[in-house]
């Protein structure tokens, strides 16, 4: 039973070895520690042997392989922890740890008087080697404990929880192999003397799940590859117990198509974690540059909301004076000069227009955009907007008509300014855009979704919208792509003012068309009784 206990242990740091290497993702102390359970597993097949058989030459074999273990765990202190001179180190190690894996091999170098047991398979004398090889071990344990001390001292965070869980089976590993190689023994409990090798399994175990855990974050994934170390131990251990030649065969390919399967499945899962990790990485990665996209265009909108009201001032100026000299205020202008005084009162109210237009566009992204409600007659604000046009179509020799029912409308409770800007930029872009003809403004009072609500409709004949710029009438910027729309001076931004005004007044906009040159429809509909959002 000792024997089974010990192949067993040996096939699971086997196994651990092999989940390192494939599931590790870096590759810091990886391969070296790898190769420490593996070759914990072979000094376990030696004991096996040493057990199964009694023979002096497997005996001597089980120390020699018993040295490969200091070998590679220097190695893996050094690679992990980025000794400095590693290779002058990993060089003088490899000489010592050869003349020790070699001298078992050698007659009454490390043991001598070997003979068969019953209990512990084989019993030997020391040889004069037999301290030295001890002290190997003793002195590659002491230094490999110190550094991991210090180096988990100087650690914080999660890498100190990583070095504390390595540490931790460092030291059960080495308390339970100076239990049973040397405290039991001496006691005369002999046949626990090779469960040393099998202590190794508590270091392997704890360091394995520091190396991989954060890939064992899933439960679903630790289930599978313990199920898969299960597998492919209880295959291997099939082989051992099989009583015939024939069975051995079967049961040996057997674990070669479970360890096939299992090492592929693992690492499918494995892959799929990897992609999820990178998936998680990428997502930090995007929300981090989100956040500042964020800030940069708050940035963005403070500048601009800053910049409008410096701009506001000398072109209020600006538009007044130029009133007053078209009036005459300062004098009689002469035809030329009239003219170029014109010019500067046109294009100042068109500044005028587009500082505002960037006001109310930054005061919207910053969520400052304020409303006041309070009722109003749908009836005064459609007057106002067409008194104030008026002048504007009969320039360009169109009819503006405003049409509203004989009896008085319901009143609002909306903020009246801002729907008045609302309704004065579609009859102003309807006069725009409208060559010849006219543009009516119809008001009236009707049911929608069983509810009184006020309709205005601003009518024109000019240059109508096609299907493809219906979609994006009402987006940031949008102009449409039609030629004569494009000669015509504007931002683009008033439609996108007015259908975020309209729908904090409880409202809704859109606009009909038959299609190009076929004149256009926008629709405002406030409900007669509405509750504004603000």
């Known amino acids: 039973m000792t024997a089974y206990i010990i192949i067993f242990t040996g096939i699971i740091n086997l196994i651990l070895g092999i989940v390192v290497i494939f599931g590790s993702r870096t590759e810091k102390g990886k391969i070296p520690f790898a190769l420490f359970a593996i070759s914990t597993f072979i000094w376990s097949l030696a004991d096996f042997f040493v057990y199964k058989t009694g023979q002096a030459i497997s005996d001597k074999l089980a120390y020699s392989t018993a040295a490969l273990i200091p070998i590679f765990l220097l190695f893996w202190i050094y690679d992990l922890l980025d000794e400095n001179k590693k290779i002058l180190k990993e060089i003088l190690t490899g000489i010592v740890g050869s003349i020790f894996i070699i001298s078992p091999l050698l007659n009454n170098l490390v043991i001598t008087n070997i003979k068969p047991d019953s209990t512990t398979g084989t019993t030997e004398s020391a040889g004069p080697l037999f301290i030295p090889f001890l002290s190997f071990f003793?002195?590659?344990?002491?230094?490999?404990?110190?550094?991991?001390?210090?180096?988990?001292?100087?650690?914080?965070?999660?890498?100190?929880?990583?070095?504390?869980?390595?540490?931790?089976?460092?030291?059960?590993?080495g308390a339970g192999s100076i239990m049973f190689g040397l405290v039991l023994p001496a006691l005369g409990y002999e046949r626990f003397t090779n469960f040393d090798v099998s202590c190794s399994l508590i270091f392997v175990g704890f360091t394995t799940y520091a190396i991989v855990q954060y890939r064992w974050?899933?439960?679903?994934?630790?289930?599978?590859?313990?199920?898969?170390?299960?597998?492919?131990?209880?295959?291997?251990?099939?082989?051992?117990?099989?009583?015939?030649?024939?069975?051995?065969?079967?049961k040996s390919i057997m674990f070669v198509v479970f360890t096939l399967l299992s090492v592929f499945m693992v690492k499918s899962v494995l892959s799929e974690v990897s992609r999820k990790e990178e998936l998680e990485v990428f997502s930090k990665k995007l929300a981090a540059a989100n956040e500042k996209l964020k800030e940069l265009d708050n940035a963005r909108a403070e500048f601009m909301s800053f910049a409008s009201h410096q701009l506001q001032t000398p072109l209020t100026a600006i538009r007044g004076y130029a009133s007053l000299l078209l009036e005459g205020s300062g004098g009689e202008l002469l035809a030329g000069q009239k003219d170029m005084v014109g010019k500067i009162s046109v294009s100042s109210e068109r500044m005028v227009q587009l500082v505002e237009d960037y006001l109310n566009i930054s005061r919207i992204e910053s969520g400052k955009l304020q409303f006041t409600f309070s009722d109003w007659h749908f009836e005064d604000i459609c007057q106002e907007v067409i008194n104030t046009l008026s002048l504007k179509a009969k320039e360009k020799n169109l009819s503006l008509t405003f049409k509203k029912p004989n009896t008085p409308l319901s009143t609002v409770k909306i903020d009246g300014p801002k729907v008045r800007e609302v309704i004065s930029n579609l009859v102003d872009n309807a006069i725009k855009y409208t060559p010849s003809g006219g543009v009516t403004v119809y008001i009236?009072?009707?049911?929608?979704?069983?509810?009184?609500?006020?309709?205005?409709?601003?009518?024109?004949?000019?240059?109508?919208?096609?299907?493809?710029?219906?979609?994006?009438?009402?987006?940031?910027?949008?102009?449409?792509?039609?030629?004569?729309?494009?000669?015509?001076?504007?931002?683009?931004l008033g439609l996108y003012v007015g259908k975020v005004m309209i729908e904090a007044n409880g409202g809704k906009i859109w606009a009909?068309?038959?299609?190009?040159?076929?004149?256009?429809?926008?629709?405002?509909?406030?409900?007669?009784?509405?509750?504004?959002?603000?």
């Not at 002491?142 to 210090?150: G, H, Q, W, Y």
């Not at 994006?472 to 015509?488: M, P, Q, V």
């Not at 040159?517 to 009784?529: C, D, H, L, M, Q």
């Open 217 to 250: 974050m899933n439960i679903k994934v630790v289930a599978f590859e313990l199920l898969a170390i299960f597998i492919i131990g209880a295959s291997l251990m099939e082989i051992f117990v099989a009583d015939t030649i024939g069975q051995r065969i079967y």
């Open 512 to 534: 009909e068309s038959e299609g190009e040159r076929k004149g256009s429809r926008f629709i405002v509909e406030i409900p007669a009784t509405p509750a504004p959002r603000r």
């Open 444 to 492: 009236s009072q009707q049911k929608a979704d069983d509810s009184e609500c006020i309709r205005v409709t601003v009518s024109d004949t000019g240059l109508g919208i096609s299907k493809e710029e219906m979609t994006y009438l009402f987006a940031k910027f949008s102009r449409g792509n039609n030629k004569e729309r494009l000669k015509i001076k504007g931002t683009g």
């Open 138 to 173: 003793a002195l590659a344990y002491l230094f490999v404990l110190i550094k991991l001390v210090r180096h988990f001292l100087k650690s914080s965070g999660e890498e100190k929880n990583r070095y504390r869980t390595i540490l931790t089976g460092f030291l059960l590993y």
